[in-house]
């Protein structure tokens, strides 16, 4: 057992961790677009969300929805426990893939608990409506795994069940399709042959699933314009955007707070944790002549490229964190883990842990800014009713993903009331964002509300609420 304890630290803390894990994720509530995803309480048919609805088909994400219909009170512990547990095994699958890969012990523990601990799994695993993230890259993890351990049909059928499940997860999932294979060949564990032969089964079944999308019923949804922006600005700030959180860590709820207190904290977690990077890659230039080196960037890449060309948050970082695992395990056994390593990876570590604390309780405050506002608008309306119509003021202020969100964004378009009322009224919520410096466009717009039939009218200028009646 000692031995074992031995050469699985990692896994050992990880496992140890959950528990307290769970707790610190069970306090953060929905926020912003937590409430808008397929994963929140769903009551309707359960065609309306297994099957395509625009460019998304998720139908795990729909059947989360679904189940979490018959018991509300499981929102959002369920999704946090789904979303950790998910994190979990792509640790384990990390830890796998470095020993399949032959990487020394010392190196396979500490890729795998950085990649349980590193910053980049912030936006995923403190948020709610991220199992889809989660589970993409796991199945996608799995597969690799699966392919290389087994040959022939096997291999085959691993390869392409993991991959469906992967796209299935979320649509950036259709990539491992890609990356599991090149990957393979990558490490001379795949001949050019044999590569050309699974990219013609990955095209075929990229096919099938296309084909199925355009077959199966689609119930339409909104998509973000952000999504079919082409600029050139865009793309590289979203690639900017991508290496400060994959590559630079510090604590961007601190800096983006801009108090003297949170600058500190965010120039101290990047001084504490740049050693280890530094280690990894600067000291050891040689190593950029190896292909391997290369290929690893590649596959990081590749696994966050949809992202990188659409729009890019730092939920997006998790896509290719795996892979970036294997690249710090595959720089690691290049050199002796000496006791210089070992210390820039404890700084390293800790670094990442007070981050990770910043940035939970930044999102708890988020959750409970929302949880304010739903139960403070039953309170205002006193009487159940059938139809509401919010204007919120919005004033320009900092909105980071879901850990810094203002009022007007945390109310989630009115589903935060909705939650408040255990999601039994009321039956219609519309809501409109105005600016602050737009505020004489109220009047008319109370008035066109009333015109519709909408029974209630609200204004909300940040916590603050009020009925406005005809």
């Not at 989660?134 to 040959?151: C, D, E, M, N, V």
């Not at 050019?192 to 084909?211: K, V």
């Not at 105005?434 to 066109?448: E, S």
Request: with cysteine.
């Amino acid at each position: 057992m000692r031995q074992y304890i031995h050469t699985h630290w990692a896994i050992a803390i990880i496992l140890c961790f959950f528990p307290v894990a769970l707790w610190a994720l069970l306090q953060l509530q929905p926020t912003f677009d937590d409430w808008t995803y397929l994963t929140t309480p769903y009551t309707g048919k359960l065609s309306e969300v297994i099957f395509p609805a625009g460019v998304y088909w998720r139908p795990f994400d729909g059947l989360i929805g679904y189940v979490l219909g018959f018991n509300y009170h499981l929102f959002p512990a369920l999704n946090h426990l789904i979303v950790l547990l998910g994190h979990t095994l792509a640790a384990v699958c990390v830890f796998l893939l470095c020993q399949k890969l032959k990487f020394k012990a010392a190196s396979t523990n500490i890729a795998t608990l950085f990649f349980y601990l590193a910053p980049g799994m912030l936006g995923t695993v403190l948020d709610i409506d991220s199992i889809n993230q989660t589970y993409s890259a796991l199945w996608g993890l799995i597969g690799l795994l699966l392919f290389l351990r087994y040959q022939g049909s096997v291999r085959i059928a691993c390869y392409v069940v993991c991959c469906y499940f992967a796209v299935l997860s979320k649509e950036n999932g259709i990539l491992w399709f890609a990356i599991i294979p090149l990957f393979a060949w990558g490490i001379n564990r795949l001949s050019m042959r044999c590569l050309w032969q699974f990219a013609g089964l990955a095209f075929g079944c990229i096919l099938l699933y296309g084909i199925a999308r355009l077959s199966l019923p689609n119930s339409g949804m909104y998509v973000n314009n952000e999504y079919y922006s082409f600029a050139l600005a865009v793309k590289i700030k979203n690639i900017a955007k991508f290496v400060a959180v994959t590559c630079v860590p510090t604590d961007y709820v601190g800096l983006m707070h801009r108090s003297p207190i949170g600058i500190a904290g965010a120039v101290l977690t990047f001084f504490m944790a740049m050693p280890f990077y530094l280690s990894l890659f600067a000291s050891k230039v040689r190593y950029w002549r190896e292909r391997t080196f290369w290929m690893f960037l590649f596959y990081i890449f590749l696994g966050a490229s949809i992202h990188l060309a659409t729009i890019f948050t730092v939920m997006h970082a998790y896509a290719s964190l795996g892979l970036e695992a294997l690249l710090v395990a595959y720089l690691l056994d290049k050199q002796t883990v000496s006791k210089r390593i070992i210390g820039f990876t404890l700084l390293y570590m800790v670094s990442a842990f007070m981050i990770a604390t910043s940035h939970w309780d930044a999102a708890r405050a988020a959750g409970q800014l929302a949880q304010r506002m739903g139960e403070n608008t039953l309170r205002v309306l006193k009487n159940p009713v059938d139809s509401v119509y919010s204007i919120m003021l919005e004033d320009t202020v900092i909105h980071y993903s879901s850990f810094l969100v203002p009022p007007a964004k945390a109310f989630g378009w009115g589903r935060a009331a909705i939650h408040a009322s255990k999601y039994r009224w009321p039956k219609e919520w519309k809501d409109t964002l105005i600016q602050r410096d737009n505020k004489a466009a109220i009047p008319r717009l109370v008035k066109l509300a009333h015109q519709k039939g909408y029974r209630c009218v609200m204004v909300y200028d940040g916590e603050r609420m009020k009925v406005v009646s005809r």
